[in-house]
């Protein structure tokens, strides 16, 4: 069927989702349980007490039931919460008054710490605007029946937690100073790496050289960024014909190879079969992507001297345009010719959709999920879709019914605060970035080899710091691109939800970094190989491919046998922990800890040997932790700052879990 008719469908709003509230605040489990012996809010379970608490619904309503239109919170003389009880509007009034009077002649200290409490640390993670249904802020979901969820109460100000800053804060000191003594040119070893620096423009600094990856892409912006964003009836032919013009820029000659492996694609995606052949189109399209993958890297992106020696002038410089090595950000392509052969199988097989406009939905799982028409298939979006200009070099990825649906109706979730905002934290990542590649010239080290004499600490302040500039100069540009669709009004997943050093979970952090990969692999390569019914084969497998799909190398190949290795444990545990109710007992929290150090240590190892120092380098850095005295007092020293730090990392999350905020990593 080639037209959309079905019509639209109302969505149930339930009433306890609460998108905004005015003061923090948390319930006992003996309020909620509706005990008659003790209806007030504890001070154990609440970290302030506020004046007055109002939250509101979707609605912008009143969250109490409407059968008690009178019905308020009453309020003691301390400001605590009196569950279920009812007073006038007389009576709030002058309650209210005798409030504000007495907060104006509290002590000007105790006012100010309390008003420290209010501070949510949670806003130093990126909002993942995709997945809010109703606001830019995650909806806060209120159970009145159940207490099991209810987070514990905030622990950023006791006393074992001002043990963790001091810790945290004199390691972070000391972190930053000895990568900025490696870095001074008085060092022994600086004349062996000076020759990998240019001129920097930060107080007569020098800076390290940008990687040619780098520098290409710093190349391209400036042309592709002169693309205006067109009204929608335009906005599709203008899209084929911005991203053929860029397309040719880019690649040049070579547009003619990358059209033949983009339209074989669409042929074998389009091919169908009957039952019980109706899967075979699918092992069809993952094959023929594969083998691409390897001739690509085989033959070099292939020569057009190769056909004919008259056509080998093709094959020069001039005529290949801005990045002459297509073949190398092909990678990213062919997950995007997979997303589209999948998603075009999966919805022949349920004689694809009816929807219309009215109806596209808000959430980015819904999007991807949901089946389209057949018209929303054609080649020409196809086109577009493969070549979206502002994704089309790095990503994030994004699958074909979620960019199909977003170019349908744009989503809600992009707004001007949005925006600003993620242009602030784009800007601000950015000048770290170039503040430490003046200061810090880890790279210049890590490349030169430059680390003969260096204690066992710096070479693990070389590890640490070569991981965050890695960390850093991805999540640049994967910003920057993103921010550039999010202006074109498609919102493609966040790619960097995290800091690095905020993940103590091998798992979760793999669902944070490269999020919008994670959730590609996901829907096209984990859950049909099983999912967690069959978990082990399938992680080494996903695996084996990310490594591959990087570089088809035997150091990332073997980066990929780590982590599914230091994967494992991590899995065993929460099977044999879920068997039991440990989570209650208060020793609980640093076993999660003592494991979290220890999966922050083989998440750093494996790394480096994929992205960093190698195999040999990582070797060479272990012997020196572990072949002295002075070497392993270095190693236990970073695993009590690990430890404290994967402490501080957990109850960051338990605050978001207060607010009401799951991002699942």
């Known amino acids: 069927m080639n037209d959309c008719t079905k019509a639209p469908r109302r969505k149930h709003k339930p009433s306890h989702i609460i998108t905004s509230i005015e003061q923090p605040f948390l319930l006992s489990s003996s309020s909620l349980t509706g005990n008659p012996a003790d209806q007030r809010l504890s001070d154990n379970n609440s970290t302030t007490k506020p004046d007055s608490i109002r939250p509101r619904s979707i609605s912008g309503q009143d969250s109490r039931s409407k059968s008690e239109p009178h019905s308020a919170p009453v309020y003691n003389g301390e400001g605590e919460v009196l569950l279920g009880g009812t007073a006038s509007s007389s009576q709030l009034r002058l309650r209210s008054r005798a409030q504000h009077h007495h907060h104006h002649h509290r002590p000007l200290v105790k006012r100010c710490l309390e008003s420290l409490t209010l501070f949510s640390p949670t806003s130093l993670t990126v909002s993942i605007q995709s997945q809010n249904h109703q606001s830019p802020r995650t909806p806060m979901i209120i159970n009145p029946t159940s207490t099991q969820n209810i987070p514990t109460k905030s622990r950023w100000f006791t006393f074992e937690f001002g043990i963790y800053w001091i810790v945290l804060a004199y390691s972070l000191k000391l972190i930053i100073n000895a990568a900025i003594n490696l870095s001074q040119a008085e060092h022994p070893n600086y004349d062996s790496y000076k020759h990998k620096l240019s001129k920097g423009w930060i107080l007569n600094r020098k800076i390290i050289r940008f990687t040619q990856t780098w520098f290409t892409a710093d ?65 069809l399209i993952w094959t023929t992507n594969l083998i691409i993958l390897f001739a690509n890297d085989y033959w070099d992106g292939y020569r057009f001297s190769h056909l004919s020696n008259s056509l080998g002038f093709l094959d020069n410089g001039l005529y290949r345009g801005l990045i002459p090595r297509w073949q190398i950000g092909f990678n990213i392509s062919m997950l995007r010719l997979i997303s589209y052969g999948l998603d075009y199988q999966w919805a022949a097989q349920t004689n694809f959709a009816t929807l219309t406009r009215s109806v596209e939905p808000e ?291 338990e605050a978001e879990a207060r607010e009401g905020i799951l991002r699942k990593c």
Request: proline residues 4%; charged residues 15%.
């Open 219 to 283: 190349r391209i912006l400036d042309p592709i960024q002169a693309i205006p964003t067109v009204a929608q009836t335009e906005r599709v032919h203008f899209q084929s014909i911005s991203s053929a013009v860029i397309l040719t820029a880019l690649h040049g000659t070579s547009v003619i190879k990358i059209l033949v492996i983009v339209s074989l694609n669409y042929l074998i995606s389009r091919l169908s079969f009957s039952s019980p052949l109706n899967r075979l189109p699918s092992v």
């Open 363 to 653: 959430v980015e799982k819904e999007r991807a999920k949901i089946n389209r028409c057949q018209s929303d298939y054609d080649f020409q979006i196809y086109f577009n879709y493969i070549f979206y200009p502002p994704l089309y070099i790095a990503g994030p990825i994004i699958t074909f019914n979620n960019f199909v649906s977003q170019m349908k109706k744009r989503p809600s979730t992009i707004t001007v605060s949005a925006i600003l905002g993620y242009t602030g934290r784009f800007m601000l990542c950015f000048l770290t970035l170039e503040w430490i590649l003046h200061y810090m010239y880890m790279v210049a080290i890590k490349d030169a080899r430059a680390w003969q004499g260096d204690t066992p600490f710096e070479l693990g302040i070389l590890g640490y710091w070569n991981l965050i500039i890695i960390w850093l100069k991805l999540l640049i540009p994967w910003r920057f691109f993103r921010l550039w669709s999010l202006l074109d009004g498609i919102d493609p997943p966040e790619n960097m939800i995290r800091c690095m050093s905020n993940n103590f979970s091998t798992l979760e952090f793999w669902r944070s970094w490269h999020r919008s990969y994670n959730l590609w692999i996901v829907r096209y390569l984990y859950i049909p190989l099983g999912g967690s019914k069959n978990m082990i084969p399938s992680t080494i497998i996903v695996f084996t491919f990310v490594a591959l799909w990087h570089d088809l190398s035997f150091k990332l190949l073997t980066w990929g046998w780590l982590v599914s290795f230091f994967v494992l444990p991590e899995v065993i545990a929460k099977k044999i922990f879920s068997k039991y109710s440990y989570q209650s007992q208060p020793w609980f929290r640093h076993l999660v800890a003592l494991g979290g150090t220890l999966n922050v240590m083989t998440m750093m190892s494996a790394n480096l040997v994929g992205f960093s120092i190698g195999t040999d380098g990582v070797k060479f850095m272990w012997q020196e932790l572990l072949g002295s005295w002075s070497g392993v007092r270095v190693l236990f020293a970073i695993l009590f700052v690990v430890f404290c730090a994967v402490q501080v990392m957990i109850e960051y999350r």
